[in-house]
Nanobody, 123 residues
């Protein structure tokens, strides 16, 4: 079983900074992409940032230049440094990982999600 555990959410004022962290654990053979999604009330879940195992990153246009994703492959962790936060950044932030496991001798790829952490940005 694979688990993703997030930490670091909270309440802050617009213009502030916050860092989210996520750690993967369990019977993991390898992790391809790790990243962060967010879901605001009444809206669909959207990609915020992602990072492949080779360090290639991808950001939503709305966060480019303000958010930085980083990853430690050995520790199976990913973090998201968020700065110049805006009220529209208020959402539940979810950690995501594309994980490869070994099931009955065969490799298997599955998507896993954390439980979500609330980020609230006041104006």
């Amino acid at each position: 079983q694979v688990q993703l555990v997030e930490s670091g959410g909270g309440l802050l004022q617009a213009g502030g900074s916050l860092t989210l962290a996520c750690a993967a654990s369990g019977s993991i053979f390898s992790i391809n992409t790790m990243g962060w999604y967010r879901q605001a009330p009444g809206k669909q879940r959207e990609l915020v940032a992602s990072c492949t195992s080779r360090g290639s990153t991808n950001y939503a246009d709305s966060v480019k230049g303000r958010f930085t994703i980083s990853r430690d492959n050995a520790k199976k962790t990913v973090s998201l440094q968020m700065s110049s936060l805006k009220p529209e950044g208020t959402a539940v932030y979810y950690c995501h990982a594309d994980v490869r496991t070994i099931v009955r001798g065969s490799l298997r790829d599955d998507n896993y999600w954390g439980q979500g952490t609330q980020v609230t940005v006041s104006s």
